[in-house]
């Protein structure tokens, strides 16, 4: 009896479901982070690239 004991005991501490969990709470915060810098620096960044090519003299610009 005590075997089988043992075996459900194990059972309860198994963490696979875990290691899946905190990875997928670390890509969100990651998205998260991304999206928030994306969106502060969009218009600094556009206004860089439309100097650079009115430096260029790219058609277009």
Request: glycine residues 6%.
């Amino acid at each position: 009896m005590l075997p089988y004991v043992l075996a459900w005991l194990r059972t309860l501490r198994r963490e696979d479901g875990q290691d899946l969990a905190e990875y997928a709470l670390l890509i969100a915060l990651i998205a998260i982070v991304v999206i928030t810098a994306v969106t502060a620096l969009g218009g600094k960044i556009e206004t860089v690239f439309n100097a650079v090519a009115n430096k260029l003299n790219v058609p277009g610009s």
